[in-house]
């Protein structure tokens, strides 16, 4: 099988558009203020504007379907258009994996049911923070152990029962990677199509450090030891158990890793697999993608094998506590907005960068220019 023949035949990514980025900078290099003194918050917009005015410019072909000239004056004043953060809305993907009932982690398969029905009578982490910022906040179930009741309110895009276990067979098959990619493309159309200009991405799932593990040890060809972290905090001796079964995975797939969907069908997780579709899709849309912790980059770094030019819409909200976190970053060359220390997962990395974010949307749209305020400009 062709490594990208799954993502290339579902998804078109192309990279955000640099003829705008001279305006931008100068715009941003013309607000009351030294060059560079709002530091991240100026490569932040940057990058959401560079984004919004790719796609701005992009639907002035596509969906105005104006004369040549027209579209051409389109794109020359699509830097004058403000930025904006519209239905921001965070994703979670809820799924079980077959490994967890190896001893790998402090709490029983159970326990990621019981989180969910926690999301959805509003009271877990995710919950109160999305609540706080203004993040529409749905949940997905990718396939945790038992299905949900019909009107429960959780998007139903089950691949399985849990994953199997991967020290002893194939995580998945190829065809539920597609499936998972299927399902992500069609939520994200769901959500771009109904006004969202971000989405963010979070996860529930026992046993979903230890794929993301696996993986980030299989895609960067690193020693297990130093993707593996304590999660939600096993002891030594369970921190032990769970290098030694991910070493064994890898070693008993090691031969059929042809592609990196192969990789990710063999030691992935259900939620990194629709993680991963829903970073490709956003991409593909021409949206942002705030990206939460260990798990949802494990995710982003199968997308960006898939698709390179997807880094262009990836905000990385934090660095999570995870030693691995801090190395996937790193071989991302990404830089978090945050490090608080988090090792939750849900999407509370995430959800707590919307305000920076904001931050930089506004200061971008409203912060007056030199010449506006009538200052000199010193820099």
């Known amino acids: 099988m062709n490594q990208q023949s799954i993502a290339q035949s579902l998804f078109s990514v192309t990279a955000a558009s640099r003829q705008y980025d001279d305006a931008i900078e100068h715009k941003i290099n013309q607000k009351t203020k030294p060059l560079g003194a709002l530091g991240q918050l100026e490569s932040l917009a940057k990058q959401i504007a560079r984004v919004q005015y790719s796609r701005e410019s992009e639907l002035s ?3 105005l379907n104006r004369t040549e000239s027209a579209v051409t004056e389109s794109s020359q004043s699509s830097t004058h258009l403000p930025l904006y953060i519209n239905k921001p809305t965070m994703l979670v993907f809820a799924a079980d994996h077959g490994i967890a ?3 790998v982690s402090i709490a029983p398969s159970e326990v990621t049911t019981q989180m969910v029905h926690n999301f959805i009578y509003g009271g877990a982490a995710i919950n109160v923070f999305c609540r706080q910022v203004g993040f529409a906040l749905e949940v997905i179930d990718c396939g945790i152990l038992q299905p949900l009741a019909t009107d429960s309110g959780v998007v139903n895009q089950r691949l399985g029962e849990g994953t199997q276990a991967m020290h002893l067979q194939p995580a998945m ?3 539920q990677v597609r499936q998972g990619f299927e399902f992500a493309k069609l939520l994200v159309k769901r959500h771009v199509d109904n006004g969202t200009s971000m989405i963010a991405l979070g996860e529930m799932g026992i046993g979903n450090t230890s794929a993301a593990a696996a993986l980030m040890a299989a895609v960067l060809n690193l020693d297990v030891d130093l ?3 304590r999660g939600t905090g096993i002891d030594d001796a369970t921190l032990t158990k769970k290098v030694t079964l991910i070493n064994q995975a890898i070693d008993l797939h090691r031969n059929e890793f042809t592609s990196i969907e192969s990789i990710l069908a063999h030691l992935g ?4 697999v629709q993680m991963t579709g829903a970073i490709l899709a956003a991409a593909e849309q021409k949206i942002l993608v705030v990206i939460d912790g260990f798990i949802a980059t494990a995710a982003a770094l199968v997308a960006l094998k898939l698709a390179p030019q997807s880094h262009d819409y ?4 934090h660095e999570s506590h ?4 801090q190395l996937m970053l790193q071989a991302l060359q990404a830089t978090p907005l945050l490090s608080l220390g988090l090792r939750l997962g849900e999407g509370t990395g995430a959800a707590l960068a919307l305000p920076l974010i904001q931050g930089a949307v506004n200061f971008y749209n409203q912060m007056a220019s030199f010449d506006d305020a009538g200052v000199n400009n010193v820099v």
């Open 269 to 272: 997780g259900f939620e990194i």
């Open 173 to 175: 098959s190829l065809a």
């Open 227 to 229: 993707c593996v972290g």
């Open 314 to 317: 990836l905000v990385f909200a």
């Open 61 to 63: 072909h596509i969906l």
């Open 101 to 103: 009932a190896y001893g």
């Open 322 to 325: 995870e030693q691995g976190h």
